[in-house]
Nanobody, 124 residues
Framework: QVQLVESGGGLVQAGGSLRLSCVAS????????MGWFRQAPGKEREFVAA????????YYADSVKGRFTISRDNAKKTVYLQMNSLKPEDTAVYYC?????????????????WGQGTQVTVSS
């Protein structure tokens, strides 16, 4: 079992920044690829960013590429999502997720464990 707890969400003006954190407990964190997903009201959950278990490989949705950065600190069992140049369309509940194995996936169904989510609201 892996427990994930996100934090760092909040209300920010367009153009601002937020840094989300996701702390894991339980099994060996470094054995899991990590992903960030988001879900806006009335919309399906969508992929945002992902990292291999070493952090060597990362991947981003086109909508956030160049603005968001995923990183991880395996010693702290924490994955981060640095979000810059935020836009109102980034408003959503953000979830971190863990997938067993080295490589990430952009499909949410591939992930084994999920956090409870943290709300990000970007005002125009």
């Amino acid at each position: 079992q892996v427990q994930l707890v996100e934090s760092g969400g909040g209300l920010v003006q367009a153009g601002g920044s937020l840094r989300l954190s996701c702390v894991a407990s339980g099994r060996t964190f470094s054995n899991y690829a990590m992903g960030w997903f988001r879900q806006a009201p009335g919309k399906e959950r969508e992929f945002v960013a992902a990292s291999s278990w070493s952090g060597t490989y990362t991947y981003y949705a086109d909508s956030v590429k160049g603005r968001f950065t995923i990183s991880r600190d395996n010693a702290k069992k924490t994955v981060y999502l640095q979000m810059n140049s935020l836009k109102p369309e980034d408003t959503a509940v953000y979830y971190c997720a863990a997938k067993s194995g080295y490589y990430y996936s952009i499909e949410w169904k591939a992930y084994d464990y999920w956090g409870q989510g943290t709300q990000v609201t970007v005002s125009s």
